[in-house]
């Protein structure tokens, strides 16, 4: 019977965990009692029998929803800190682990050419998010925050808990910020922000950097680029040229949001804000009656919204970039040009194949987005949602979205515009695997749009 799990690394966990042990040998035994081993397993294999309610997240067949399995090492790095389980908050708590953490962050800072810069760890991209525009309404109080209609909905979202205002900025045909509308929306001045998309979650979309670097030159907003799906692809190869030159252009932004958790490799929640300017630093500033006090070092906790954070997340993040450094033309690299070529194939045979209408451009990243053909958009919505259950039927799990009738074209196919949005397929090919599995995926796909 073939295995989903591979599980022959464990063992290299117990070899590792028999290492740190013998840095702390010196101790005196604690006098805790043995764990009721068959009480752990008892509630153990109930575990396992309830988390197979799930998604096979981890099979390339599962091409939805950004889903990608941590690498081994990232793992057992998780699990083996977690016997220590350090908070990297302080020093006090999270000596070894706070300094990976900071070495790990300054890699990450490198890939956009940031030599110096501020920049930690957080849950995830809605926090990264969150203290990018915290620190940009304390740098512009009071003005607005700009996104694009196709923006994650988290920045209306963070800038209501912050009581900034916020507008969003109308899209193009190929799901990119309008620049015709950001400039007349700027015109009307009193905006603190911008916030460049680099990779939307619905389409893969690259917002167009370059412009709205120039547009900054004469308005003077800060910019945000929330990268926290995308952002790794500046290492890839094979971009087109409007997504190239935004990437290229990535360092001269005030802060970026990139989530490790997405193409990182890494295991929720592992999250990664930076900023250009240290001396933004100045605004985390606070005091605490019990912390701090180990080191003169900088303290994590004194550049992070968020206190308590798990140092495991660090250590597993350091390790996985410590296999496979963040370099054009290394394998993490490559890895990432082949998602992207997996998008591509899969947009290629879809948009030979006449039961279909593709996205007007091809996928800038790894994601792809596709409408069944149909006499109206609202009769294809439902057949979409057919082919969906159908193939997960089939062991093939895609995503349904509801994006904009413009994303298509949809007339010049003879289909009838009788609702603003259309209910699309959309695929995220995400995985290392994917560029092998587009023709297992488009077989099944095939059978059941019939």
């Known amino acids: 019977m073939a295995h989903a799990f591979d599980t022959r690394t464990l063992d290299i966990l117990r070899?590792?965990?028999?290492?740190?042990?013998?840095?702390?040998?010196?101790?005196?035994?604690?006098?805790?009692?043995?764990?009721?081993?068959?009480?752990?397993?008892?509630?153990?294999?109930?575990?396992?029998?309830?988390?197979?309610?799930?998604f096979p997240y981890f099979h390339p067949l599962y091409a939805g929803q950004m889903l990608k399995p941590p690498h081994p090492v990232a793992r057992l790095a998780y699990a083996l800190a977690t016997w220590i389980n350090p908070n990297n908050h302080a020093l006090d708590g999270g000596r070894a682990s706070s300094r990976m953490e900071k070495e790990a962050v300054a890699e990450i800072a490198s890939m956009f050419k940031w030599e110096t810069h501020l920049g930690h760890l957080c849950g995830g991209g809605t926090v990264a998010n969150l203290e990018a525009l915290w620190v940009a309404g304390r740098e512009?109080?009071?003005?607005?925050?700009?996104?694009?209609s196709m923006a994650h909905y988290t920045h209306a979202r963070m800038s209501a808990v912050l009581?900034?205002?916020?507008?969003?900025?109308?899209?193009?045909?190929?799901?990119?910020?309008?620049?015709?509308?950001?400039?007349?929306?700027?015109?009307?001045?009193?905006?603190?922000?911008?916030?460049?998309?680099?990779?939307?979650?619905?389409?893969?979309?690259?917002?167009?950097?370059?412009?709205?670097?120039?547009?900054?030159?004469?308005?003077g907003f800060r910019i945000h680029a929330d990268a926290a799906y995308g952002g790794y692809f500046i290492l890839a190869d094979n971009l087109g040229v409007p997504a190239r030159a935004a990437f290229d252009r990535l360092s001269e932004v005030d802060s970026i949001v990139i989530d490790p958790h997405k193409h990182g490799l890494q295991p929720y929640g592992c999250g990664c804000?930076?900023?250009?300017?240290?001396?933004?630093?100045?605004?985390?500033?606070?005091?605490?009656?019990?912390?701090?006090?180990?080191?003169?070092?900088?303290?994590?906790?004194?550049?992070?919204?968020?206190?308590?954070?798990p140092g495991a997340a660090a250590v597993a993040l350091w390790a996985t970039q410590r296999m496979f450094p963040l370099a054009r033309g290394g394998e993490f690299a490559r890895s990432l040009a082949n998602g992207r070529a997996a998008a591509l194939d899969l947009y290629a045979r879809l948009r030979a194949d006449r039961r279909f209408v593709t996205s007007r451009s091809?996928?800038?990243?790894?994601?792809?987005?596709?409408?069944?053909?149909?006499?109206?958009?609202?009769?294809?919505?439902?057949?979409?949602?057919?082919?969906?259950?159908?193939a997960a039927?089939?062991?093939?799990?895609?995503?349904?979205?509801?994006?904009?009738?413009?994303?298509?074209?949809?007339?010049e196919a003879g289909m009838?515009?009788?609702?603003?949005?259309?209910?699309?397929?959309?695929?995220?090919?995400m995985k290392p695997e994917h560029r092998e599995w587009v023709g297992r995926i488009w077989d099944i796909l095939d059978r059941v749009a019939g």
């Not at 840095?23 to 008892?42: K, Q």
């Not at 001045?189 to 004469?218: F, H, M, N, Q, W």
């Not at 994601?367 to 439902?382: D, L, Y």
């Open 163 to 219: 009581g900034l205002p916020f507008e969003s900025v109308p899209c193009d045909a190929d799901g990119r910020m309008d620049m015709r509308a950001l400039e007349l929306r700027l015109a009307r001045g009193a905006v603190g922000a911008v916030v460049c998309s680099i990779g939307t979650t619905g389409t893969g979309s690259v917002d167009p950097l370059p412009a709205i670097l120039e547009l900054r030159e004469k308005h």
């Open 15 to 54: 070899s590792a965990l028999d290492r740190m042990d013998q840095g702390f040998s010196s101790l005196p035994g604690t006098g805790a009692h043995e764990p009721d081993r068959e009480a752990i397993e008892r509630v153990l294999l109930e575990v396992a029998e309830r988390l197979q309610d799930n």
């Open 140 to 148: 512009r109080p009071g003005k607005t925050v700009l996104a694009s």
């Open 362 to 390: 091809e996928p800038e990243l790894d994601i792809v987005v596709w409408a069944p053909r149909g006499p109206s958009v609202s009769e294809a919505s439902a057949e979409a949602r057919r082919i969906f259950e159908e």
């Open 273 to 309: 804000v930076l900023f250009r300017d240290p001396a933004v630093g100045r605004f985390y500033q606070h005091d605490s009656p019990y912390t701090y006090f180990s080191s003169t070092e900088l303290h994590l906790g004194e550049i992070s919204l968020e206190c308590s954070r």
């Open 416 to 429: 009838k515009i009788d609702q603003p949005n259309v209910t699309c397929l959309r695929s995220v090919l």
């Open 393 to 411: 039927r089939s062991n093939l799990h895609l995503a349904l979205a509801a994006l904009p009738v413009e994303l298509f074209a949809l007339e």
